[in-house]
């Protein structure tokens, strides 16, 4: 079973009430919560040998929630209540540049992939077997994930991440969370 991590450490970081940062743990624990129940409930039905409706119900459900759920903590996990630049000195900086001929053309690329419209996610990856790096769109948890990628930097475009401390100005929130990631977490998830 799955354990909800503790991040209470990013209350007070710039640009992120701490009501909007506890509603948003809360829905965190919550796909936690969910993704302890359907393991557990597909392990039943499927030692009761029951495959019918409830099973295809609960199996198409489970990768929302164990999206849900470790989306939120890759996004959490890239924040840091301490400011901190990012290095051009880097190799993911030096694969941005690769890919995106600069790091400002990476991060404008960035910015506008998490400013489409509709609900989502936008999340910088990398390609395990080229190396490449891609910002993608992840619409809802668990649709649009490039297969054979890993998720370098998560920024979770929900309205629930920002609208109580922006409304609707995504904009705003946007600019607060380049300003609030922790590029170590991020650096050290990419493989050179």
Do not use: C, D
């Given at each position: 079973?799955?354990?909800a991590?503790?991040?209470?450490?990013?209350?007070?970081?710039?640009?992120?009430?701490d009501t909007l940062?506890?509603?948003?743990?809360?829905l965190y624990e919550g796909y936690v919560k969910n993704t302890n129940a359907a393991v557990a409930?597909?392990?039943?039905?499927?030692e009761a040998g029951n495959f019918g409706a409830e099973y295809a119900e609960i199996?198409?459900?489970?990768?929302?929630?164990?999206?849900?759920?470790?989306l939120h903590e890759l996004y959490f996990d890239n924040l840091t209540p301490h400011a901190e630049e990012?290095?051009?000195?880097?190799?993911?900086?030096?694969?941005?540049v690769a890919q995106f001929g600069s790091v400002a053309a990476w991060q404008k690329d960035f910015v506008?992939?998490?400013?489409l419209r509709g609900i989502g996610w936008a999340l910088l990856v990398q390609d395990l077997q080229t190396g490449d790096v891609y910002n993608?769109?992840?619409n809802e948890h668990d649709v649009g994930h490039l297969v054979g990628t890993t998720p370098l930097l998560i920024m979770d475009v929900f309205e629930h991440a920002f609208v109580l401390d922006y409304g609707m100005k995504r904009a705003e929130y946007i600019s607060a969370f380049m300003h609030a990631v922790h590029w170590e977490v991020v650096n050290n998830r990419f493989v050179s």
């Open positions: 079973m799955y354990t991590k503790e991040y209470t450490p990013l209350l007070g970081t710039p640009g992120f009430s940062l506890t509603t948003h743990f809360g409930t597909l392990q039943a039905l499927r199996k198409r459900r489970f990768g929302w929630e164990f999206g849900g759920m470790r990012f290095s051009a000195e880097t190799p993911l900086a030096q694969a941005l506008s992939t998490g400013s993608i769109w992840v």
